[in-house]
Structures are given as C-alpha cells and as structure tokens.
C-alpha cells in the first residue's frame, strides 16, 4: 500500500492539530496582521485547512494551483509575506513531531504556487 504523506504525519487527528496552531501563529504575527485581522474565522480555519490539504497532495480539483491567482487577487500579498506563512507551518509541522524530511516534502509542493499567491499590488501597478 502506498503511504500518502497526510498517512506519514498521522492522519485526520494530526492534521486538526496542525490546522489549529497554523491559525493561532497566523493570527498572532503582527507582520501578518493587515492580510488576516478582521477576517472571518471560520473562513480563515477553512484557508488554513485548504492549504495544508494543498500541502500534502489531498487536493481536490477546486484547490489546484490554477485557482490560487484569483483567489489572492488584490491581497497584495509580498514575498516576504508567503515565506512566513510557510516559516509558521514548517514551526507547527515540527512541533507537531513530523520529521524534516516530510515538512521538506511538504514545504515542496507549496513554493510552487508561490508566483500565484504573490502578486503586485493594484495600486502599484498604475
Ligand atoms: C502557499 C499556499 C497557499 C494556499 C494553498 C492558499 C489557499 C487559499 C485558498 C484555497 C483560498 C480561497 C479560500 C476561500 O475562498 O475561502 C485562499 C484565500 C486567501 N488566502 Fe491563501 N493560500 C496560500 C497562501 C496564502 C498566503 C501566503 C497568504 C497571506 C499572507 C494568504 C492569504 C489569503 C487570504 C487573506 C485569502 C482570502 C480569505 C477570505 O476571503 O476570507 N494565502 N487561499
């Protein structure tokens, strides 16, 4: 049987761990603040899930790489922004107990949708 990486981190009870200390860390980092302050919670939950089920490979066709540009559009969010959000899940990942070489394995499948997520401002761009 092949092991899927959400069977390596432990499942659906690991990754509810993972889910909820991602959002605390995301909410929590005053750099952070101006993409996710005054977001609905549970929106915010569903993002933070949706993303980690994009990390390990449990995408289904609605969380493809294609939909990650509309879905930040106009966010602005930078480069240094999406390397912090993938700093914060690698600190869970490991706190978590996953081994290195699995979050290296996850944090692999994400940086590809980097040039989706970050985009130029709005304004900037005029
Ligand atoms: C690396 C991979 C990422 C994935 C797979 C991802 C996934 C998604 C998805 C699927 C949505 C649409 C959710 C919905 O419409 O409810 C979304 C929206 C959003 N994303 Fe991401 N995201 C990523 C990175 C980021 C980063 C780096 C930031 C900010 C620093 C960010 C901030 C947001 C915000 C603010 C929304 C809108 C949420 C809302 O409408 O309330 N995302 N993302």
New binding site residues.
């Given amino acids: 049987m092949r092991t899927t990486i959400y069977d390596e981190i432990g499942g659906a009870p690991a990754v509810t761990v993972v889910v909820d200390a991602f959002y605390e860390r995301l909410v929590a980092d005053p750099d952070?603040t101006s993409?996710?302050a005054g977001?609905?919670m549970a929106?915010?939950k569903?993002?933070q899930r949706?993303?980690v089920t994009?990390?390990l490979g449990g995408t289904s066709e609605q969380?493809n790489g294609r939909?990650?540009h509309p879905?930040?559009a106009g966010?602005s969010?930078t480069d240094a922004?999406?390397d912090?959000?993938?700093d914060h899940l690698l600190a869970v990942l490991t706190a978590a107990g996953v081994p290195p070489v699995t979050s290296a394995k996850i944090l692999a499948i994400?940086q590809p949708?980097?040039s989706d997520?970050v985009q130029p401002s709005l304004t900037a761009a005029r």
């Fill in positions: 952070l993409y996710f977001r609905d929106r915010l569903a993002h949706a993303l994009v990390a969380y939909m990650m879905a930040h966010l969010i922004a999406f912090k959000v993938l994400l949708l980097r997520v």
